[in-house]
């Protein structure tokens, strides 16, 4: 079972650690599955560092449908999927979430809010 929590800084810096971290935990799933982790928390914890308030905290869990993956932070705006242009140079993370992952939300915190989304995969390891 995975369990793994690490509070982040409120930088670019902490993108590049939540990778590493979702790559290092998740090292006994199939390959392709941990990179799609490995994005889609990218953009998570880009959107929590970008619009967000600290404290941030990234979350990876597994459970027996799969992997969960979340961000917290303190920022009271909820997410939301935007239709952006082809030339725009942002605003497609929850868009990418959406159609990536098998399923996401967002739950509301006593402060702030927590950013999720599953990956459905069998034989989840520890």
């Known amino acids: 079972m995975y369990g793994k929590e690490l ?3 409120p ?6 650690i939540s990778r590493e971290l979702v790559r290092s935990t ?8 941990v990179e799609v982790a490995a994005i889609l928390t990218d953009e998570m914890v880009a959107n929590a560092v970008k619009h967000g308030r600290p ?3 990234l979350a990876i869990e597994n459970d027996n449908e799969g992997i969960v ?3 917290a932070d303190s920022g009271p705006e ?19 979430i959406d159609i990536l ?10 402060q702030g809010k927590q950013v999720w989304f599953r990956l459905n995969v069998r ?4």
């Open 7 to 9: 509070g982040l800084n």
């Open 69 to 71: 993956i979340s961000v």
């Open 101 to 110: 992952s098998d399923e996401w939300g967002v739950v509301p915190l006593y």
């Open 11 to 16: 930088t670019p810096e902490s993108v590049r």
């Open 26 to 33: 998740l090292h006994s799933v199939d390959t392709d599955l």
């Open 78 to 96: 909820f997410p939301v999927v935007r239709t952006v242009s082809r030339t725009a140079e942002d605003g497609r993370g929850l868009m990418i």
């Open 123 to 126: 034989d989840v390891g520890s």
């Open 55 to 57: 404290p941030i905290s």
